[in-house]
């Protein structure tokens, strides 16, 4: 079992940043991909970035690529999620999720309802 606890979140306008932060506890030495999430009212879940530790490679969407990344601190077992040039359109609910998974599909494999350890979420809302 893995409890993940996001933080970070808050009000910007925007143009700014944020460094959202996902605590794990628990097992997390067995968690070998990391991602976050994110669901505005109305929308459905949409994938941000996801990190494989064992192959040491990184995905990012299209909507965050070169503005958002992903990093990890394996020795407080945090991963962030530093946003930079916030738009309003990136007002939502952010989550942090984990996976034991290993392999080349990292970010897929989190996508899929029902996998891996998710947390509570921290709310991001970006004002014009």
């Known amino acids: 079992q893995v409890l993940l606890v996001e933080s970070g979140g808050g009000s910007v306008q925007a143009g700014g940043s944020l460094r959202l932060s996902c605590q794990g506890s628990?097992?997390?030495?067995?968690?070998?991909?990391w991602g976050w999430f994110r669901q505005a009212p109305g929308k459905e879940r949409e994938g941000l970035a996801a990190?494989?530790?064992?192959?040491?490679?990184?995905y990012y969407a299209g909507s965050v690529k070169g503005r958002f990344t992903i990093s990890r601190d394996n020795i407080k077992n945090t991963v962030y999620l530093q946003m930079n040039s916030l738009k309003p359109e990136d007002t939502a609910m952010y989550y942090c999720?984990?996976?034991?998974?290993?392999?080349?599909?990292?970010?897929?494999?989190?996508?899929?309802?029902?996998?891996?350890?998710w947390g509570q979420g921290t709310q991001v809302t970006v004002s014009s």
């Open positions: 628990g097992y997390t030495s067995r968690r070998n991909c």
């Open positions: 990190h494989s530790i064992s192959g040491n490679s990184t």
């Open positions: 999720a984990a996976s034991g998974y290993v392999g080349d599909y990292c970010y897929t494999t989190l996508a899929q309802p029902g996998s891996g350890d």
